[in-house]
């Protein structure tokens, strides 16, 4: 309060103060003043990064005064406010999004040239900001988009790793990992020095009475880490709603132990304790769908909920309200089991320092967390060992213990001497060690659990979670479909196609009600239209076409069918059942007469995506693909008919030039495996078909778009136990077809064979778990028909546009007011009477 300028002074400030720019001059002026002064350069060494930096900085002081308004705002109208805690945010490229966002991109563009640079050349200078790994970081980034441009009032929070995902280099046909140095220039992030949080670890738990006897908790802490706020302003896109991303980094707790260390003459020890606490916040774990109890990890999440919750209690009790309004003025989502800690935190805060009792503490988190569950694949639900807490956390275990004894004497109540029910709801696995389950304390103390598409949600609540389902009974689990934003994934990625459903609907509104893309259909059979459409799909190939020349030296035919499948590299993602394929592919074209040859339809089979660092399997899978890319492209007797193509360094700026690029893109994770999939509705949205299994969104946007629109192929979820008990106990039979596949593998026709033993030897002899060989038939013969398909371009243009048409579905846009709806029961910000 005493920060605040006294009312007869303010006249000064309101005088100064919001000195955006509006015009192009105003641009130019911003720009160059950013040019010469903040980054001391000037006409004579400007090149494109101090361009890219001086536009970024002129468009970022727009965003902090936006920001510092919407702030305000949300402050005074005291409404109750969302946070989304999430591990990964990936969030892409920033400045490209703010000029759309904000509505100036026309207006830097000029500037720009006016001042002797092309806006694509600056945009292009910028650092992926890859704070995540996949999927799920990226719906991540699509929240905080989506919340922004409706007004929510919406705060993110994430670890702000000095390094984010590793890049990815191939060297001879292998994976390199490259560290990601992201931060250099990069000035999207405000430092807040003054909003700091000590964050404790280890120590031990003194037992007391308080002066009316009764027993209370204090955790003594061992050690002591400092959290320090780093602020990224997220803009809506045409609106005045500037939301804040607040990421935590760390650093070695003031002074006490270091100077301690120092004064003694220990000066490197003392040192090393900075670095030590730095770690904390280093590096982003680079798996994805997988989980490895290392201790670093723990104190990751730890470290990043203790800091958020205290940020958002501090905020809380401000507003001197009573602690039963909580969860009337808060709503956490937890993103994963990833910030579980946060509900043991809250109710550890509550009992232990804010000394209420353990029922109203538990009513209260209960009511303020949600929780979305991302898969079911066993190796990715989150367990951390009991010796491990205990010795990090130890209060907290004993919170967790508490939180277990009551629970299971509510079960055993409603089910008595069930036993085994006991044991499998138990969040203590009764393992050696012993192991706390994050998914059963993330059930327990949240009010709602979703799924990300139906089958998804239907899977968890028939599967993993059907005995909590039994105990809490059917309402506590709901499902929200995801989605993509419209603004990032259309019209920034696809301007041209953007700009010509713009035309075509007679304006923008699209982009913020997606579900105008209906209009289109009306379109279908405009001549001109179509042209305009097939045209622009013409011209992203091409793009697409430059960016593989650059990164793998290879030319591509652009009239060629672009066949892609990127991201992340999983056997549950089934690459291996796509390179396959491609093998199958090369020896039919070699068994071709010329003259059979004419007949086909060229094709560039196109991948992209990384490995996990420790994963072997994926490893061989990247491996596998570059061999036959080494072979097929330089077959002088295929040519055109057959390119095979590894984009190294898969990521979202790469995505944009991708998605748009697509005839055909492939979704083809075993059924039941993948829980939603996003970037099909990238691809599809971008007027791209797909071939895909019936799992996870799949499902729906065929449902969606129509079943003549998608080529839909393999077993489905309901029969994968079936086949693999089968597998086992049945015999197993190798698919003729794919049998020839690995005969031309195992005779060096891609080289070293023992390179790719573990590769076939996981289906010949182990089972073949993602049941390859059972849908390789199928997924042969449904990539027959797309190429029949694809040479009748008209019927093909027609499922592109009504396809598009008919996505309206999968905005962003209506999974965030499913989430504000139906978990966090939070309304908009009401902005439109502001001046
Ligand atoms: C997960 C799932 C994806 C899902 C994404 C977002 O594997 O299927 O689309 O989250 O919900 N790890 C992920 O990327």
């Known amino acids: 309060v005493e920060a605040s300028i006294p009312e007869p002074l303010r006249e000064a400030w309101r005088k100064h103060s919001a000195a955006e720019f509006t015009s192009k001059d105003e641009f130019?002026?911003?720009?160059?003043?950013?040019?010469?002064?903040?980054?001391?350069?000037?006409?004579?060494?400007?090149?494109?990064?101090?361009?890219?930096?001086?536009?970024?900085?002129?468009?970022?002081?727009?965003?902090?005064?936006?920001?510092?308004?919407?702030?305000?705002?949300?402050?005074?109208?005291?409404?109750?406010?969302?946070?989304?805690?999430?591990?990964?945010?990936?969030?892409?490229?920033?400045?490209?999004?703010?000029?759309?966002?904000?509505?100036m991109k026309d207006v830097a563009r000029d500037g720009l040239a006016d001042l002797g640079f092309r806006i694509e050349d600056a945009i292009s200078q910028e650092h992926d900001a890859a704070l995540g790994n996949g999927g799920l970081g990226r719906l991540a980034a699509c929240f905080l988009d989506s919340m922004a441009t409706l007004n929510y009032p919406a705060w993110g929070y994430g670890l702000r790793y000095r390094y984010g995902i590793f890049k990815q280099e191939i060297v001879n046909g292998y994976q390199m990992e490259i560290p990601d140095y992201w931060l250099d220039n990069n000035p999207w992030e405000f430092p807040r020095h003054d909003i700091t949080v000590d964050i404790q670890f280890y120590g031990h738990v003194r037992k007391y009475q308080d002066e009316d006897g009764k027993v209370c908790h204090s955790w003594e802490a061992g050690e002591t880490v400092q959290a320090v706020a780093y602020d990224v302003p997220i803009p809506g896109y045409r609106t005045k709603t500037t939301n804040n991303l607040r990421l935590w980094s760390s650093k070695a707790s003031s002074g006490e132990f270091d100077f301690q260390k120092f004064n003694a003459g220990d000066y490197e020890s003392a040192v090393a304790d900075q670095q030590t606490a730095e770690t904390i916040s280093a590096v982003l774990y680079p798996n994805d769908n997988l989980e490895r109890g290392k201790e670093l990890r723990l104190k990751q999440q730890y470290f990043w909920c203790a800091a958020s919750l205290y940020d958002i209690v501090r905020r809380f009790k401000k507003t001197n309200r009573a602690w039963s309004?909580?969860?009337?003025?808060?709503?956490?989502?937890?993103?994963?089991?990833?910030?579980?800690?946060?509900?043991?935190?809250?109710?550890?805060?509550?009992?232990?320092?804010?000394?209420?009792?353990?029922?109203?503490?538990?009513?209260?988190?209960?009511?303020?967390?949600?929780?979305?569950?991302?898969?079911?694949?066993?190796?990715?639900?989150?367990?951390?060992?009991?010796?491990?807490?205990?010795?990090?956390?130890?209060?907290?275990?004993?919170?967790?213990?508490?939180?277990?004894?009551?629970?299971?004497?509510?079960?055993?109540?409603?089910?008595?001497?069930?036993?085994?029910?006991?044991?499998?709801?138990?969040?203590?696995?009764?393992?050696?060690?012993?192991?706390?389950?994050?998914?059963?304390?993330?059930?327990?103390?949240?009010?709602?659990?979703?799924?990300?598409?139906?089958?998804?949600?239907?899977?968890?609540?028939?599967?993993?979670?059907?005995?909590?389902?039994?105990?809490?009974?059917?309402?506590?689990?709901?499902?929200?479909?995801?989605?993509?934003?419209?603004?990032?994934?259309?019209?920034?990625?696809?301007?041209?196609?953007?700009?010509?459903?713009?035309?075509?609907?007679?304006?923008?509104?699209?982009?913020?009600?997606?579900?105008?893309?209906?209009?289109?259909?009306?379109?279908?059979?405009?001549?001109?239209?179509?042209?305009?459409?097939?045209?622009?799909?013409?011209?992203?190939?091409?793009?697409?076409?430059?960016?593989?020349?650059?990164?793998?030296?290879?030319?591509?035919?652009?009239?060629?069918?672009?066949?892609?499948?990127?991201?992340?590299?999983?056997?549950?993602?089934?690459?291996?059942?796509?390179?396959?394929?491609?093998?199958?592919?090369?020896?039919?074209?070699?068994?071709?007469?010329?003259?059979?040859?004419?007949?086909?339809?060229?094709?560039?089979?196109?991948?992209?995506?990384?490995?996990?660092?420790?994963?072997?399997?994926?490893?061989?899978?990247?491996?596998?693909?570059?061999?036959?890319?080494?072979?097929?492209?330089?077959?002088?007797?295929?040519?055109?008919?057959?390119?095979?193509?590894?984009?190294?360094?898969?990521?979202?700026?790469?995505?944009?030039?991708?998605?748009?690029?697509s005839d055909i893109s492939e979704h083809i994770s075993t059924a039941g495996t993948e829980a939603s999939g996003t970037s099909n509705m990238k691809f599809v949205l971008n007027g791209g078909l797909i071939i895909g299994t019936c799992d996870g969104a799949n499902i729906e946007i065929t449902r969606e778009i129509g079943e003549q629109n998608i080529f839909l192929f393999g077993n489905l979820a309901e029969d994968v136990e079936d086949l693999r008990h089968r597998h086992f106990y049945g015999g197993f039979q190798l698919d003729p077809q794919l049998k020839r596949v690995f005969e031309t593998i195992k005779e060096g026709t891609f080289g070293d064979p023992s390179s790719f033993n573990s590769l076939i030897s996981s289906i010949e002899e182990h089972g073949d778990y993602y049941l390859v060989s059972d849908d390789f038939n199928s997924y042969i013969a449904t990539h027959e028909m797309v190429d029949k398909e694809f040479q009748n371009q008209e019927e093909w243009l027609a499922k592109s546009i009504t396809s598009v048409a008919r996505m309206g579905f999968f905005s962003m846009d209506r999974v965030t007011n499913e989430y504000a709806d139906s978990i966090w029961n939070v309304e908009p910000l009401d902005i439109a009477d502001e001046a």
Not at 64 to 87: A, G, H, M, P
Not at 465 to 491: A, C, M, Q, S
Request: with cysteine; charged share 25%; proline share 4%.
């Open 325 to 661: 309004e909580f969860p009337d003025q808060v709503a956490i989502q937890l993103n994963d089991t990833h910030p579980t800690l946060a509900i043991v935190e809250l109710q550890r805060i509550l009992i232990d320092v804010e000394g209420l009792e353990w029922d109203e503490a538990w009513r209260i988190v209960i009511g303020t967390f949600g929780y979305t569950n991302h898969t079911v694949l066993p190796e990715a639900l989150e367990k951390w060992s009991v010796p491990l807490m205990q010795n990090l956390l130890p209060r907290h275990l004993q919170i967790i213990y508490d939180i277990n004894l009551f629970f299971l004497q509510s079960v055993e109540k409603r089910f008595p001497n069930d036993r085994d029910m006991l044991s499998r709801v138990s969040i203590i696995e009764e393992s050696h060690p012993k192991m706390v389950r994050m998914a059963h304390i993330a059930i327990i103390g949240s009010h709602k659990v979703n799924g990300v598409a139906e089958l998804h949600s239907d899977l968890i609540k028939t599967t993993i979670f059907k005995d909590f389902v039994e105990i809490y009974g059917p309402d506590r689990f709901t499902n929200v479909t995801n989605g993509i934003t419209p603004r990032r994934w259309l019209h920034q990625a696809n301007p041209a196609l953007s700009a010509l459903i713009a035309e075509k609907l007679g304006g923008y509104e699209f982009l913020t009600d997606l579900t105008l893309l209906d209009k289109l259909e009306a379109f279908v059979d405009d001549k001109k239209f179509r042209q305009e459409w097939a045209h622009i799909k013409a011209n992203n190939k091409l793009r697409l076409a430059r960016l593989i020349k650059d990164v793998t030296g290879y030319s591509v035919n652009p009239n060629s069918l672009f066949d892609v499948q990127v991201k992340r590299i999983h056997e549950y993602k089934r690459q291996q059942l796509n390179i396959f394929g491609v093998i199958h592919r090369y020896l039919s074209l070699k068994a071709m007469t010329p003259e059979e040859r004419k007949k086909v339809v060229p094709r560039v089979s196109i991948f992209g995506g990384k490995a996990a660092p420790g994963y072997w399997m994926a490893k061989s899978i990247i491996y596998l693909i570059n061999s036959v890319a080494a072979v097929v492209n330089k077959d002088d007797e295929i040519g055109d008919l057959l390119k095979v193509i590894f984009i190294e360094d898969y990521n979202v700026s790469k995505a944009e030039i991708i998605c748009p690029a």
């Open 28 to 103: 130019e002026r911003e720009f160059v003043r950013h040019i010469e002064t903040t980054l001391a350069r000037s006409l004579y060494n400007c090149d494109e990064l101090a361009a890219y930096s001086g536009t970024a900085l002129a468009f970022r002081d727009r965003l902090i005064i936006e920001w510092n308004r919407t702030q305000q705002r949300q402050t005074f109208t005291d409404q109750k406010r969302v946070y989304y805690l999430s591990l990964e945010f990936l969030m892409g490229r920033a400045l490209d999004n703010a000029m759309l966002n904000v509505g």
